[in-house]
C-alpha cells in the first residue's frame, strides 16, 4: 500500500502569519500534488511537481508557494495567510499503475483554520 | 473556468437501486477518466477508471461509461448498500507536456436503507 504522511494533522494560524504544510512519500513517486477541499468546490489542484527540484502552478495557486527539495518531500507554504484560506488541504503522490495510467495515493489530510 | 462538470452534487437513492453520477469535461486531448471515492473523514480513494481507447468498464458493481464525441463519462451503481454511501469524484488527465489531474466538485451519495 503506498504510503502518504502529512504534518501537521491540524493547524491554527493566524492572519499574515506562515503556515508550512509538510507532505513525505516512501512510493518513490515522481509526481506529488497539493489539493485543496472545501465544500461546493470539491479538490481543487494548489501546486504539483514532477521531481525533485521542480514545482508547477495548479489551478489555484495565488497565495501558496510550493517546495520539493526531494523525491520524498513536497511542502505547500503559505506565506501570509488569510482566512479564506481555511481548509482541508490533502497531498498525494502518483504512481502508474497497471492500467497504465496515473493513480494517486492521498495522504490523511491537514485541516488548517486561519484566525 | 471549471474544467470537469459533475452533476448531480447530491445524490439519495434507496438500498438496492442503481446510482448515476454524470460528468462533463472540455479537453478532446484527455485520455483517462477515474472515479475516487472519499468516505467521511477519510482521504479520496481510486474505485474505477477508464481510459480513452475504451467505452465502458466494469468492475464489482461498478460501471464506467465513456462518450468520447460528446465529451462525456458517467459512473453506474448498481445494487446500491449504505456502505456506498460517501463522496464521489470524478477525474480528468489530459497528459502531456502539463499532465496534471482536475476533479470534478464531487456528488455526496446517500443509500437509504
Known amino acids: 500500500e503506498a504510503a502518504v504522511t502529512q504534518s501537521p494533522r491540524n493547524k491554527v494560524a493566524v492572519t499574515g502569519g506562515k503556515v508550512t504544510l509538510s507532505c513525505n512519500q516512501t512510493?518513490?513517486?515522481?509526481?506529488m500534488y497539493w489539493y485543496r477541499q472545501d465544500t461546493g468546490h470539491g479538490l481543487r489542484l494548489i501546486h504539483y511537481?514532477?521531481?525533485?527540484?521542480?514545482?508547477e502552478k495548479g489551478d489555484i495557486p495565488d497565495g501558496y508557494k510550493a517546495s520539493r527539495p526531494s523525491q520524498e518531500n513536497f511542502s505547500l507554504i503559505l506565506e501570509l495567510a488569510t482566512p479564506s484560506q481555511t481548509s482541508v488541504y490533502f497531498c498525494?503522490?502518483?504512481?502508474?499503475?497497471?492500467?497504465?495510467?496515473?493513480?494517486?495515493?492521498f495522504g490523511s489530510g491537514t485541516r488548517l483554520t486561519v484566525l | 473556468g471549471e474544467q470537469v462538470e459533475q452533476l448531480p452534487s447530491i445524490l439519495r437513492v434507496q438500498e438496492g437501486s442503481s446510482a448515476s453520477i454524470n460528468c462533463t469535461y472540455e479537453?478532446?486531448?484527455?485520455?483517462?477518466f477515474p472515479w475516487y471515492k472519499q468516505e467521511p473523514g477519510e482521504n479520496p480513494k481510486l474505485i474505477i477508471d477508464?481510459?480513452?481507447?475504451?467505452e465502458r468498464k466494469q468492475t464489482q458493481g461498478l460501471i464506467v461509461l465513456l462518450d468520447k464525441k460528446a465529451k462525456r463519462f458517467s459512473l453506474h451503481i448498481t445494487d446500491t448498500q449504505p456502505g456506498d454511501s460517501a463522496m464521489y469524484f470524478c477525474?480528468?488527465?489530459?497528459?502531456?507536456?502539463?499532465?496534471?489531474?482536475?476533479f470534478g466538485k464531487g456528488t455526496k451519495l446517500s443509500v437509504k436503507s
Open positions: 512510493n518513490n513517486h515522481n509526481n
Open positions: 477525474g480528468e488527465y489530459s497528459g502531456g507536456s502539463n499532465a496534471k489531474l482536475t
Open positions: 479537453n478532446s486531448a484527455s485520455n483517462y
Open positions: 498525494a503522490s502518483g504512481g502508474w499503475g497497471g492500467s497504465s495510467a496515473e493513480t494517486l495515493y
Open positions: 477508464i481510459r480513452s481507447n475504451m
Open positions: 511537481s514532477y521531481g525533485a527540484g521542480s514545482t
